[in-house]
């Protein structure tokens, strides 16, 4: 029953990607974010199920909001994997609140899938859905990517705001959207991440992502 309903939901993804979402002609261009919370609910895994399905169809890019818990995103990556999924196009989001050791991070990194570090200008004492969670500045943000790039995984990064609040726009006094371009970047290039590694990381592995094979 579970996998009926997973393809049912694939075609409705794939609907909305070949022909377009909620009776209009615009199509998707990529299919998530998929949210998942954790432990991941049966319904959220037949969403992400039906999300491989599609995928596995037409070779477009896969965005997961992985659970608050540092198993998560390992855990959303066997599901994908099983389902048909191709991890190579596939990207994680929201690592900079989900996983903090570094040699969990490398082992998650190995199974391929592009780390999303999509938080930059979100830093807080007390993160509200996790207090567990202490929220890096994105000072350590860069040092994370620094270390990465480091490990060989410089194709594998993006890097986004999430801006999805009125106090996050510069209008009612947040970094707003050019706060990757007017501070990060700056930033970047004075700890050891090259100009070429700051255009693979904003063009090109964008690029390569969210292009359909």
Same mark, same amino acid.
């Given at each position: 029953?579970?996998?009926?309903?997973?393809?049912?939901?694939?075609?409705?993804?794939?609907?909305?990607?070949?022909?377009?979402?909620?009776?209009?002609d615009?199509?998707?261009?990529?299919?998530?974010?998929?949210?998942?919370s954790?432990?991941?609910?049966?319904?959220?895994?037949?969403?992400?199920?039906?999300?491989?399905? *599609?995928?596995?169809?037409?070779?477009?890019?896969?965005l997961? @909001?992985?659970? /608050?818990?540092?198993a998560? =995103?390992? +855990? $959303?990556i066997?599901?994908?994997?099983? *389902?048909?999924g191709?991890?190579?196009?596939t990207?994680?989001? @929201?690592?900079? /609140?989900?996983?903090?050791? =570094?040699? +969990? $991070?490398?082992?998650?990194a190995?199974?391929?899938?592009?780390?999303?570090?999509?938080?930059?200008?979100?830093?807080m004492?007390?993160?509200?859905?996790?207090l567990k969670?202490?929220?890096?500045?994105?000072?350590?943000?860069?040092?994370?990517?620094?270390?990465l790039?480091?490990?060989?995984y410089?194709?594998?990064?993006?890097i986004?705001?999430?801006?999805?609040?009125?106090n996050?726009?510069?209008k009612?006094g947040?970094?707003?959207?050019?706060?990757?371009?007017?501070?990060?970047?700056?930033k970047?290039?004075t700890?050891?991440?090259?100009q070429?590694?700051?255009?693979?990381?904003?063009i090109?592995?964008?690029?390569?992502?969210?292009?359909?094979k």
């Amino acid at each position: 029953m579970c996998f009926y309903v997973s393809f049912q939901l694939a075609d409705v993804i794939l609907s909305e990607v070949l022909h377009g979402a909620d009776g209009t002609d615009i199509r998707c261009g990529v299919i998530g974010e998929i949210g998942t919370s954790w432990p991941i609910t049966d319904s959220e895994k037949k969403v992400l199920q039906a999300a491989a399905h *599609a995928q596995k169809q037409l070779g477009c890019p896969v965005l997961i @909001h992985p659970g /608050r818990n540092n198993a998560a =995103p390992k +855990e $959303l990556i066997r599901i994908l994997q099983e *389902a048909g999924g191709d991890v190579s196009k596939t990207t994680m989001c @929201h690592l900079d /609140r989900t996983i903090y050791d =570094p040699a +969990e $991070l490398l082992e998650f990194a190995k199974l391929g899938s592009y780390l999303e570090y999509d938080l930059f200008g979100t830093e807080m004492l007390n993160y509200p859905f996790n207090l567990k969670v202490d929220m890096p500045s994105d000072s350590q943000r860069i040092q994370t990517l620094a270390f990465l790039i480091k490990e060989g995984y410089e194709d594998k990064l993006l890097i986004a705001h999430d801006i999805h609040t009125k106090n996050r726009l510069t209008k009612y006094g947040g970094h707003g959207y050019s706060h990757i371009l007017n501070n990060i970047v700056p930033k970047m290039l004075t700890r050891g991440i090259t100009q070429t590694q700051v255009d693979k990381i904003l063009i090109h592995n964008p690029k390569a992502f969210l292009a359909f094979k």
